[in-house]
């Protein structure tokens, strides 16, 4: 059905109608609940091409893909798609094999003279994220999955790192553990950072001496949790608890506690940040694993959401979004063997 047919049966303008679908305030309030609640009584959808023609917009979202976090990854786009999916809007994901030998910033600046995309979701940000910058410069929308320091307006959703590695710290504390290794994230991340200084806080609110030699850093993965909990147990003085990053770094952790013949719970108690995957869950981990949870998923739906906010022409100034974390209790975690 072409915009003119839909319109006659609507007994309106094709402009009422173009503009109603369009949701310009111009058109009342009961005018568009009308013509949305027809256009799918009837069917009728807007050509996109000509919607993109007449608006300008190229109807896509872009998103860089690195190679580490790809579960993560996976889960975030699952959330953009169901948001999107209703929207005519596609997404773009242009991948990056290793930020540390590829020009990201010209990867990003191709992007945006492409102008294939309407906006672009910034992910992993630095302190001082020279790719905010850029497309602040350059003038294109943009959303930052996380947070940075740099002193340039951006719009951001992140949850609350600090203080979920705080909470997770101090449970170890109140169950009698002085001896509490993290394995953190990728290093140089903002959210490693925040990440590190919950940590740090909750030691030292409690007059816990800090071990450099109780933390290590790099990509959420099962092999890098093994290696990393292999090193630390094996230490003269070993930690009695770990603070692992995600749910595939437990899983590595887990791994490494049961090849030294412990076990989780009893000699070594885990904590881990969930992000709530469906194929890897606490629940169903052996022992079930104490977790602070925030899901990588509806953080994928809300920033696709706030996106499309921003390329409608909401101020980045306006979207500030910090999630609390849940901290859910299990059988990993107990009070320390004497």
């Known amino acids: 059905m072409k915009l003119r047919e839909f319109a006659k049966q609507l007994g309106l303008s094709p402009t009422t109608v173009s503009r109603a679908l369009s949701g310009y305030p111009e058109v009342s309030e009961v005018t568009r609940a009308r013509v949305a609640e027809e256009a799918v009584r009837l069917g009728y959808r807007p050509n996109v091409n000509a919607v993109r023609l007449k608006t300008g917009r190229a109807g896509a979202i872009g998103v860089v893909m690195g190679r580490a976090g790809e579960f993560h990854f996976a889960e975030f786009m699952a959330g953009m798609a169901e948001r999107l999916l209703?929207?005519?809007t596609d997404i773009l994901v242009i991948p990056m094999a290793d930020p540390d030998h590829n020009d990201e910033m010209q990867l990003y600046r191709r992007l945006v003279e492409s102008q294939r995309v309407d906006a672009i979701i910034v992910h992993s940000p630095r302190p001082n994220d020279e790719r905010i910058a850029l497309l602040h410069k350059l003038g294109m929308p943009f959303l930052v999955h996380g947070r940075?320091?740099?002193?340039?307006?951006?719009?951001?959703?992140?949850?609350?790192n600090e203080g979920a590695v705080r909470r997770a710290t101090s449970h170890l504390i109140d169950l009698g553990h002085t001896r509490i290794a993290m394995i953190n994230g990728r290093p140089g991340a903002t959210y490693a950072l925040h990440r590190d200084k919950g940590y740090r806080?909750?030691?030292?609110?409690?007059?816990?001496?800090?071990d450099p030699q109780l933390i290590a850093s790099g990509n959420f993965t099962d092999e890098l949790g093994f290696r990393f909990a292999r090193s630390l147990l094996e230490q003269a003085n070993p930690p009695t608890a770990i603070v692992a990053g995600s749910m595939m770094t437990a899983l590595g952790v887990y791994r490494a506690v049961r090849s030294l013949g412990l076990?989780?719970?009893?000699e070594v108690s885990v904590i881990a940040h969930d992000d709530v995957f469906p194929y890897l869950t606490a629940d169903n981990m052996a022992?079930?694993?104490?977790?602070?949870r925030s899901s990588m998923r509806a953080a994928g739906t809300r920033c696709a959401d706030l996106v499309l906010q921003l390329v409608s022409g909401r101020s980045p100034l306006d979207i500030h979004e910090l999630w609390p974390v849940e901290l859910i209790l299990r059988e990993s975690t107990a009070p320390v063997q004497r």
């Open 287 to 292: 022992p079930s694993l104490s977790a602070t």
């Open 86 to 88: 209703t929207e005519d």
């Open 148 to 160: 940075s320091d740099i002193d340039v307006p951006h719009a951001w959703l992140d949850i609350d």
């Open 201 to 210: 806080e909750a030691l030292q609110s409690r007059g816990i001496e800090l």
């Open 263 to 266: 076990q989780v719970g009893r």
